[in-house]
Structures are given as structure tokens and as C-alpha cells.
């Protein structure tokens, strides 16, 4: 045995690195490591000296320390948009030079494996998450963390598994096609950024979406960006280095199309068509606005109860006003409908430009003579009891003026007579057209405004 160890100094002296063929059968010391003569290759090290203080950071002289970190994004647990924060796990890795440590003599790879004991043995950066709620390490079936020591620059690798709840400020504005960009920032508790300089190492953030599926979201990216600031400390500037990651996430909106759109799509549809309901059948026309209002202010109701209460309307706040204000609109359109009837006198003509004595007249101009066959004679505007005691609707009677605004007045008379040709009630006939167009700009507007503004 002595002989092969003498042989092992002779080619250390050499420079010839000895070739063994199996492993040390203990942990060497960081002293034993750095002797040329006690030279045996081990799968892991101790290469903290014993004079080591791991109080005592390794700065250099007039300059800060690099640290560099990066993230293994491996799973995104969970995301709470009541208590406003997201759950992730990720291998957070982070590496510095210690002048203190040295590489083992004897080793002829490009970085070693460290006892997982100098964990808490070194000195290492004090960095924490700043949004975060809670964090934790991993303990099965050991700790899940180690210590890489790199030859060149001494450089110590740290690698540690963490789940870490952090904070997000949700914005609701253009839910549910909204994209959520959520920090989460890493900085030194104590040392700033005179002492330590902090960036993100190749790769960087890493992480691949392929692996795990978030319900209701897709994570798009997450972004590494620096985020140093200046404070005051005494009255003396401080600038505090800081790295984080932006989370986007995404919606999927396929599942608010599927539940919230395309229902309340279809009930404002089936409120148009109480309008090719006669007008005397009451109770079907009220039965059916009645129903749609009530089945979208649930609608309503169930969907806000998924989202904190927020300030500003959201996306989905200005669908839903719209839906019931036009469902409500078209219950207003049966009330009228009900209590007014518009007539044309029979052979009235639109008025040429240069009239008579009927210049200036308004073009709603109340005949009285004038009234629809099966409908006792009511005065115009007004409701009257006929003898049989049934009520009445109201007449309106319109007719062609001169003057200036004889344009209006023509093409009004135009317009209801040509409605007026077709079965049920001029107001119903009206609304048959008005209010679908009305409906459909609402929502070619809405679209885009919104699809356009999500990104």
C-alpha cells in the first residue's frame, strides 16, 4: 500500500494525474483533498476547510459578488383568484465564487459533487422571494438539494427543490380573455447592491408547458427581467439589485364561451321572439321577457361569485349589462306596442315641397276621425271607456307636413305605411328589424374591441 501511494505522489509531482479504479471508501477532508499524497478519487467531497466561517461572506475587495440564479419552472400547482396568488414548484439554482474553497487536487473532471451536509455549512447569498406568501422545501425521501463545486473560478452550484405561493395582483378588466403577468421577484435581504450583483444565468428561466396543464390557463412565457431600485437608507442613496420572473398566463376562453357566452347569446335571441307573438296575447309575451331577465341576472349572479369584487367593470360585466338592458328593452318595446297603435289616414299621400295650409304641422298630427275598423272611436292621446267597458290603446296618427323638415316627416309616413302593409304591430314590426341590427353592432363592437386589446 505504500508503495502504490508513493508511486500516486511521484506522478502528482510529475504532473500526471493518477487513473484509479474504485472510489475512496470514506469522505475525505477538505485538507486531505487539497494533499497531493492523499490524493483518492471520491463520488462526492467535503471541501469546506475547518478554519472555514460561514458568517464571513467571500466579497471581494471593492467590487460586488456575481450571483447568478435560474429557474426550472416544474409545475403550476394551483391559482387562487379570490386570495389573489398562484402556486409554483420550481429548481431554483444559484451560483457564486468562494476564494475560500478549493477544487480537489486529484479530481480530472470539470466540477464535483458536494456532501450534502455543507448545506448548511456554507455561506450562501441571502436571497429570498419578496411576493411570497409561503415557501417550503422538499424532504422525501431526503432534502431535495445540493452543492456542485466548478474548477473554474471555484464556482459553488447550489440547486434546491421550492414550492413557493406567491402574491399576484389579478386584473380583471378584460375577463375572462384576459392575460395575467405575474412577478415574482428575488432579491438580497440584507446585502445590497454594493456587495452583491444579482442575474439571471443561462439558461435563465426554463420551463416546459408540455409537462403539466393549468385548469382554466395557459402559461404562455415566463419573462426574466431585472427589477433594481433605489432606496434611502440615512440619507445615503442604496441601489438594491433584484431579478424576477413574469409569469403570463393566459385564459382559456373556450370554457366562458361554452357556459357564459353562448347561453346568454341564445336567451336574448329567444326575447326577439316575442315580437312575432301577437300583441294581444299578454301572458305569453310577459311569461317570455320575464323568464330570459331572470335566467340572465342568475347567469350574472353565479359567474360573479368565482371572482373577488373588484372596483371596474370587467368584460364580462359590460356582456351581461347589455344582454339584460336589451332583454329588458324588448319587454319595454311590448309595452308600447301594447298601448299605442300608429295609423296613416287611407289616401294620403306624401306632401310636394311647396304644400298649403298644412305647412309647419307636426308630423305626428292627431286625427281624430281616423280609427281602426273593430276599435270604438277613444280620443287621440288619451284612453277613454268605451261602453263596454274594454280599455283601448292609444292612437297615434301620423301624416305627411310641408316645410322644413318635410323631408322627415315623408319618410316617416313612407316607412309606416310600408310596415303597416305587413301583419302585427307596427311597433313589433319595427323591432323585428331594429333590434337584431342593434344586437349584432354590439357585438361585432364588442369583439373586437376586446379580442384586439387582450395582448
Known amino acids: 500500500m505504500a508503495a502504490v501511494q508513493l508511486a500516486a505522489c511521484l506522478l502528482v509531482v510529475l504532473g500526471v494525474r493518477p487513473v484509479l479504479t474504485k472510489y475512496s471508501s470514506r469522505l475525505l477532508t477538505a485538507e486531505e483533498n487539497l494533499n497531493a499524497s492523499a490524493c483518492v478519487v471520491q463520488p462526492q467531497y467535503r471541501v469546506i476547510p475547518s478554519d472555514y466561517d460561514a458568517s464571513m461572506p467571500p466579497f471581494p475587495w471593492h467590487q460586488p459578488l456575481s450571483v447568478y440564479i435560474s429557474l426550472w419552472v416544474a409545475s403550476i400547482t394551483d391559482i387562487n383568484e379570490m386570495e389573489q396568488e398562484f402556486t409554483v414548484d420550481i429548481y431554483f439554482r444559484m451560483w457564486w465564487s468562494d476564494h475560500r474553497i478549493r477544487f480537489p487536487v486529484c479530481e480530472r473532471r470539470s466540477f464535483v459533487l458536494l456532501d450534502q451536509a455543507q448545506l448548511d455549512q456554507l455561506w450562501m447569498p441571502d436571497l429570498y422571494f419578496t411576493l411570497a406568501k409561503t415557501s417550503s422545501r422538499h424532504y422525501v425521501l431526503l432534502r431535495n438539494g445540493g452543492l456542485r463545486l466548478s474548477r ?16 399576484c395582483a389579478f386584473d380583471f378588466r378584460f375577463f375572462p380573455m384576459d392575460r395575467q403577468r405575474c412577478p415574482m ?31 382554466q390557463y395557459t402559461l404562455s412565457g415566463v419573462e426574466p427581467e431585472s427589477c433594481n431600485y433605489e432606496y434611502h437608507f440615512h440619507g445615503e442613496p442604496l441601489n438594491q439589485t433584484c431579478v424576477q420572473g413574469i409569469f403570463v398566463l393566459d385564459r382559456q376562453f373556450s370554457y366562458y364561451f361554452v357556459q357564459m357566452y353562448l ?28 323568464t330570459s331577465l331572470l335566467t340572465l341576472a342568475t347567469q350574472f349572479t353565479t359567474m360573479q361569485r368565482s371572482l ?30 301594447y298601448n299605442f297603435r300608429i295609423l296613416v289616414p287611407e289616401g294620403v299621400e306624401p306632401a310636394e315641397k311647396d304644400g298649403d295650409d298644412r305647412r309647419g304641422s307636426s308630423p305626428l298630427s292627431p286625427l281624430p276621425p281616423v280609427v281602426e275598423p273593430g276599435l270604438a272611436p277613444v280620443a287621440v292621446l288619451g284612453v277613454e271607456h268605451n261602453p263596454y267597458g274594454k280599455r283601448q290603446p292609444k292612437i297615434i296618427v301620423v301624416r305627411p307636413t310641408n316645410g322644413r323638415m318635410a323631408w322627415l316627416s315623408n319618410a316617416i309616413v313612407l316607412l309606416v305605411k310600408k310596415l303597416k302593409d305587413k301583419e302585427g304591430s307596427l311597433v313589433d314590426n319595427v323591432s323585428k328589424i331594429l333590434f337584431p341590427v342593434v344586437f349584432a353592432i354590439f357585438n361585432v ?10 395582448h
Open 152 to 167: 473554474e473560478n471555484t464556482q459553488v452550484f447550489y440547486s434546491e427543490r421550492l414550492t413557493v405561493t406567491n402574491f
Open 185 to 215: 421577484p428575488i432579491e438580497p435581504y440584507i446585502y445590497h447592491g454594493a456587495f452583491v450583483n444579482l442575474t439571471f444565468g443561462d439558461p435563465g428561466i426554463y420551463f416546459n408547458n408540455f409537462k403539466f396543464k393549468i385548469p
Open 263 to 290: 347561453p346568454s347569446i341564445l336567451i336574448v335571441l329567444v326575447s326577439f321572439l316575442s315580437f312575432w307573438i301577437p300583441v294581444e296575447n299578454v301572458p305569453g309575451r310577459v311569461a317570455l321577457g320575464v
Open 308 to 337: 373577488p369584487p373588484v372596483s371596474y367593470m370587467k368584460a364580462m360585466d359590460v356582456w351581461m349589462f347589455l344582454c339584460i338592458v336589451v332583454v329588458f328593452l324588448a319587454m319595454v318595446e311590448f309595452t308600447l306596442a
Open 445 to 454: 363592437l364588442y369583439w373586437t374591441y376586446y379580442l384586439n386589446r387582450r
